[in-house]
């Protein structure tokens, strides 16, 4: 008889375990690799900016680390695409990676938390995201964290279609999408944050203690 029993979460072993993918995934889309690092200490940052605690903060930073783990099961077409605007079809496929990312994480029994924020860091807070069309209070404060971050980054970050930004005018930026797409307390506190402390991958804070799923502020 087959033993049905799951393995327990052991967060370092499924870490090793997605590190290897995401190096597949860092040859197969070079930028991914960075990109991902950098969104992992942004979302760190702003999830310890506004006072969440420490196990909150950790599936943050590693839903910022495997946001776009799913990009592995794009095609070459898609992920080496350097035209400014891809085609209906190839954005469809696109569009498909936070799912990916979701089945992906799932066989290899990450916590539901990191999932979910995987799954919706494409939802916008208008409900004109992908690939749910969530509203506002529907996605989680993690994936909300993750966007403000992800999008920072990729305005920051040269891209095959894109000169990179700086932090001032990015920040200018967010505040332009916040409300329709980001969530304004978010924005707010990310550019209070990085003001003061400015963009260093390194940078940490003291952090607080509360533990909210959604929170009404952001
Ligand atoms: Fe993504």
Not at 48 to 66: F, S, T, W
Not at 171 to 180: D, E, H, P, T
Request: charged content about 20%.
């Amino acid at each position: 008889m087959r033993n049905n029993i799951k393995p327990i979460y052991d967060a370092e072993t499924q870490i090793s375990k997605i590190a290897t993918i995401a190096a597949a995934l860092g040859i197969k889309d070079p930028y991914t690799q960075g990109h991902a690092r950098r969104v992992a200490v942004y979302a760190r940052r702003l999830a310890e900016c506004i006072g969440l605690n420490p196990a909150d903060v950790e599936n943050i930073r590693l839903g910022g680390l495997l946001h776009d783990i799913g990009k592995i099961g794009l095609s070459e077409r898609v992920l080496n695409n350097t035209h400014n605007r891809l085609s209906g079809d190839m954005l469809a496929e696109v569009q498909q990676h936070p799912q990916i990312g979701v089945t992906l994480l799932k066989d290899y029994n990450f916590p539901a938390a990191v999932i979910d924020f995987v799954g919706y860091h494409h939802e916008k807070m208008d409900g004109s995201g992908y690939p749910h069309g969530l509203m506002s209070y529907q996605i989680p404060l993690g994936a909300k964290i993750i966007r403000v971050a992800d999008c920072f980054d990729a305005i920051t970050t040269d891209r095959p279609y894109q000169q990179h930004k700086s932090w001032i005018e990015a920040l200018a930026i967010l505040r332009q999408i916040s409300g329709s797409d980001l969530s304004p307390g978010l924005v707010e506190a990310f550019i209070a944050d990085i003001k003061e402390n400015g963009t260093a991958l390194d940078h940490t804070r003291s952090i607080s203690f509360y533990s909210p799923v959604f929170d009404s502020r952001f």
